[in-house]
T-cell receptor, first 113, second 115 residues
Framework: DAKTTQPPSMDCAEGRAANLPCNHSTISGNEYVYWYRQIHSQGPQYIIHGLKNNETNEMASLIITEDRKSSTLILPHATLRDTAVYYCIVRGGVPRAGNMLTFGGGTRLMVKP | EAGVTQFPSHSVIEKGQTVTLRCDPI?????LYWYRRVMGKEIKFLLH????????ESGMPNNRFLAERTGGTYSTLKVQPAELEDSGVYFC?????????????FGPGTRLTVL
């Protein structure tokens, strides 16, 4: 699976949008971009994923560039409860080939009052 | 719908003892994964079951770790004998369809401390 690069930390004001970038310049055509977060020591929580098109759900939006070499996770109105480590993971789309998730260091997002 | 559950939430054992961790996946999920995070390190994959079969166990650190999933439902991860470096948080995840388009849902983890 392609490697990802994320800033180690970011701050965001409560109520503002949090935009978390991720670079995945070696992504291949059948690889998906997944985002998870880990709050304190809880289990990783799934947020959103996408292949080519932008995606939106009740938690966040995922913007993938046209060349797919980078993406941005957007939390539209960050709250204090969104303080967590956010992981951008690229994962193969071929069943039984690299089904694991490869976690990097992620971005530690601190939402401040 | 119940999520992935893990038992126990915490376990403290002496070096050389045996510990068994249990994971109950989301009902109907054929795929079950084990991951762990040891102190100061990133979350690492251990192994992947498809029903009762081990699909990928490339992340298992050594033969002191034994994972089973009899009947294709819940899974156990046994560490025997436990060593100090096994301390960490062990996560289980499950998914419906293996591959890039499926989503793995994680349990709360079991925090293992080996003294």
């Amino acid at each position: 699976d392609a490697k990802t690069t994320q800033p180690p930390s970011m701050d965001c004001a409560e109520g503002r949008a949090a935009n978390l970038p991720c670079n995945h310049s070696t992504i291949s055509g059948n690889e998906y971009v997944y985002w998870y977060r880990q709050i304190h020591s809880q289990g990783p929580q799934y947020i959103i994923h996408g292949l080519k098109n932008n995606e939106t759900n009740e938690m966040a939006s995922l913007i993938i560039t046209e060349d797919r070499k980078s993406s941005t996770l957007i939390l539209p109105h960050a709250t204090l409860r969104d303080t967590a480590v956010y992981y951008c993971i690229v994962r193969g789309g071929v069943p039984r080939a690299g089904n694991m998730l490869t976690f990097g260091g992620g971005t530690r997002l601190m939402v401040k009052p | 719908e119940a999520g992935v559950t893990q038992f126990p939430s915490h376990s403290v054992i002496e070096k050389g003892q045996t510990v068994t961790l249990r994971c109950d996946p989301i009902s109907g999920h054929d795929n079950l994964y084990w991951y762990r995070r040891v102190m100061g390190k990133e979350i690492k994959f251990l192994l992947h079951f498809v029903k009762e079969s081990k699909q990928d166990e490339s992340g298992m650190p050594n033969n002191r770790f034994l994972a089973e999933r009899t009947g294709g439902t819940y899974s156990t991860l046994k560490v025997q004998p436990a060593e100090l470096e096994d301390s960490g948080v062990y996560f289980c995840a499950s998914s419906l369809i293996a591959g890039g388009a499926d989503t793995q849902y994680f349990g709360p983890g079991t925090r293992l401390t080996v003294l």
